[in-house]
């Protein structure tokens, strides 16, 4: 994959949900090579003191159309300024880059279940896109109802959505991980017992996914946040420990296979 610089041209960027903006970009190059699990690092404009670009997940990318989505939080000054941004301002970046989620290997009639925690949910609606085998059941977790992402979009995929928020404001009271053991053991009981696991979201609940797909001797793939520097591995700075030694977030992943994370 050949990713480079480049500058683009901002349709549209508004509030979605709380303080989670959707920022769509004019990018026809970008569009026809990106993959899901790949990201893209957003040069901030105009922020005191934000040195460093923001990397950010495709969140929707369509090729005919020539134009990518984004999923953001906004948390510090940098992804405010962003937030600031208007349709036909000019913005840098550089992109696609890293490893995206592989499906190449699912058997036809497997079960894809996309687990999501938070702004975590931005790649699997990509996934979610480019899933054309199979059932697909999207599990969203938040902390509360309002926190809430994308429901609506995976449902006009033809997903299967099941929601989780820690308070109990809507769907499953608990953790998203919680509603994919019971989703589990309840699809256990069926004769073909082959779902295959996509995650994305906060570090803890990756580890509590691991934690269920091994128990349960299931293929796993998860894509990991990390705060990065430079986004094409040169800096060093994203690295987490695997099986194989030390990889870099930006390079080897975002997107690892849970049993070859050391948890």
């Not at 003191?49 to 948390?75: D, F, N, Q, T, W």
């Not at 979009?153 to 019971?182: K, Q, W």
Request: hydrophobic share 40%; net charge positive.
């Amino acid at each position: 994959m050949n990713a480079r610089q480049t500058k683009v041209t901002i349709k549209t960027n508004e509030r979605i949900a709380h303080r989670y903006c959707r920022l769509v970009l004019a990018a026809p190059s970008l569009a026809r090579t990106a993959r899901p699990g790949n990201f893209i690092m957003v040069k901030v404009p105009d922020a005191a003191g934000v040195l460093l670009r923001r990397p950010l997940s495709i969140h929707r990318a369509e090729a005919a159309r020539g134009r990518i989505e984004l999923l953001y939080e906004i948390v510090g000054p940098g992804t405010d300024a962003l937030s600031r941004k208007r349709s036909g301002d000019l913005i840098d970046v550089i992109g696609p880059l890293g490893n995206g989620f592989d499906v190449r290997t699912r058997a036809r009639d497997a079960l894809n279940i996309l687990v999501a925690g938070g702004v975590g949910v931005a790649p699997l609606v990509f996934l979610a896109q480019r899933l054309k085998k199979g059932k697909v059941l999207a599990l969203i977790g938040a902390r509360a109802e309002a926190h809430i992402l994308c429901a609506g979009d995976f449902r006009r995929l033809g997903c299967e959505v099941r929601i989780a928020t820690d308070d109990g404001s809507a769907g499953f009271r608990g953790r998203v991980t919680d509603l994919l053991e019971d989703v589990l053991m309840r699809i256990r009981r069926k004769k073909d017992f082959r779902p295959v696991l996509y995650g994305c979201g906060p570090a803890p609940m990756l580890k509590a996914m691991a934690r269920v797909c091994r128990e349960n001797r299931l293929q796993s793939q998860v894509s990991l946040e990390s705060h990065m520097a430079c986004g094409i591995g040169a800096c060093l700075g994203c690295v987490v420990q695997t099986t194989r030694g030390y990889e870099r977030v930006c390079k080897e992943g975002p997107v690892f296979r849970t049993d070859d994370l050391v948890w």
